[in-house]
Every structure is written in structure tokens, then in C-alpha cells.
T-cell receptor
Framework: GQQLNQSPQSMFIQEGEDVSMNCTSS?????WLWYKQDPGEGPVLLIA?????ELTSNGRLTAQFGITRKDSFLNISASIPSDVGIYFC?????????????FGTGTQLKVEL | DTGVSQNPRHKITKRGQNVTFRCDPI?????LYWYRQTLGQGPEFLTY????????KSRLLSDRFSAERPKGSFSTLEIQRTEQGDSAMYLC??????????FGPGTRLTVL
């Protein structure tokens, strides 16, 4: 099935650094979501975005809904060890895409102390 | 804890056996979804229920797979005659609206 493209695929950063990752699609979406997944667990919803151009924050996390509706960005400020995990973007479209989320390929974040 | 729960968390079975997984959604959520996730990939949609009605099925859901949600509450996913390619994490999610889906911890299936 279709998966959205996420970059980078993985990143290894120092504690305290800011992190940026993005997600792109060939299709437009009405809603963008960002999830974090720890090993052996299900994805946990971090942020939901509903309007093109929207910028939303959740603590140290900030996400943006791209104005073309085909991309989204996630920033993490001042990373800490518990930020380690895999970050997935997911898109939802009201018509044509049914009721499913289409997920990205994931960005694996590793934090060096 | 009022989140989505899934049982069992892990299942090891031999090829050809049948397996059944259970999902208990968040109680006020009327929508329930099953996804499959293989190593290094994002979750892929399998099927969707609104209350007890199964409204959508992916092409990934072969005829060996069946899902039910008999009373509009918990759901079961059964795989008959398991194959090694069925080895994956099976995730359940629930929601009140279609887009903000909340996931359970998953059931890890290993087919030997």
C-alpha cells in the first residue's frame, strides 16, 4: 500500500539539540498527524493538524501543515533521552481515502547523552 | 487505564494454525480500526468498523483474515491457516472521529 515519504530515515543527535523532520506525499490530505512509537508498543498520538499552513505546538514539539497540503513538518526542541523512538507522520483525507490513515515510513531518532 | 487494550501481546504459532486477537477500544469510541505493521514500516490499514458494521476492508485482508465487532464494543481479528508472511505486529486503534485514532499496544505475531 501507499506510504508517505519521511526524511531523514534516521538521525543521531546530541541531547539538547533541536530536531527537524518532514513528511511528503504525492496526494493532498485534509489532516496530518504525528505519532511516536517506542519498541514493542503502539504509536502514540503527538499532534494533529487540520488546516493548511497551521502551526501547532505540544510542549517541546511543533508541527506544521504544509500550505500545499502535501507535506508536514515536525520540530523537537532541546531533545532529551526520552525522545528516542520512531516518529511517524500520517495523513487522512475525507473523500476517496476512506477512513484509514496513511502512514509514513518513519524517522528513527537516537539521542546521544 | 482507559486506553485501547489488546490481547495477547505476543503470539507464537506454527504455520497452518489459526490465531485470534482481541481489541478493546476506548469505551466512548464508536470507530475501530485494525492495522498491520512489519519491521521497518509504518502501520498499514486492514479494516474499519463503525459500531458493529464493517465498512471498509483493505486488499491486504485476504480471505484467510476475518474481523468482527459483534456488539459494537470489542473486536476480534482471526487469521486462519497462518503463513510465515503473516508475522507482524497487529495494531488496533479506536476513535470518535476518523482522523484522531488512538492505538493499542499491539499483538506481535510470530509464525514459525
Amino acid at each position: 500500500g501507499q506510504q508517505l515519504n519521511q526524511s531523514p530515515q534516521s538521525m543521531f543527535i546530541q541531547e539538547g539539540e533541536d530536531v527537524s523532520m518532514n513528511c511528503t506525499s504525492s496526494s493532498i490530505f485534509n489532516t496530518w498527524l504525528w505519532y511516536k512509537q517506542d519498541p514493542g508498543e503502539g504509536p502514540v498520538l503527538l499532534i494533529a493538524l487540520y488546516k493548511a499552513g497551521e502551526l501547532t505546538s505540544n510542549g517541546r514539539l511543533t508541527a506544521q501543515f504544509g500550505i500545499t497540503r502535501k507535506d508536514s513538518f515536525l520540530n523537537i526542541s532541546a531533545s532529551i533521552p526520552s525522545d528516542v523512538g520512531i516518529y511517524f507522520c500520517a495523513g487522512f483525507i475525507l473523500t476517496g481515502g476512506g477512513n484509514k490513515l496513511t502512514f509514513g515510513t518513519g524517522t528513527q531518532l537516537k539521542v546521544e547523552l | 487505564d482507559t486506553g485501547v487494550s489488546q490481547n495477547p501481546r505476543h503470539k507464537i504459532t506454527k504455520r497452518g494454525q489459526n490465531v485470534t486477537f482481541r481489541c478493546d477500544p476506548i469505551s466512548e469510541h464508536n470507530r475501530l480500526y485494525w492495522y498491520r505493521q512489519t519491521l521497518g514500516q509504518g502501520p498499514e490499514f486492514l479494516t474499519y468498523f463503525q459500531n458493529e458494521a464493517q465498512l471498509e476492508k483493505s486488499r491486504l485482508l485476504s480471505d484467510r483474515f476475518s474481523a468482527e465487532r459483534p456488539k459494537g464494543s470489542f473486536s476480534t481479528l482471526e487469521i486462519q491457516r497462518t503463513e510465515q508472511g503473516d508475522s507482524a505486529m497487529y495494531l488496533c486503534a479506536s476513535s470518535w472521529t476518523s482522523h484522531e485514532q488512538f492505538f493499542g499496544p499491539g499483538t506481535r505475531l510470530t509464525v514459525l
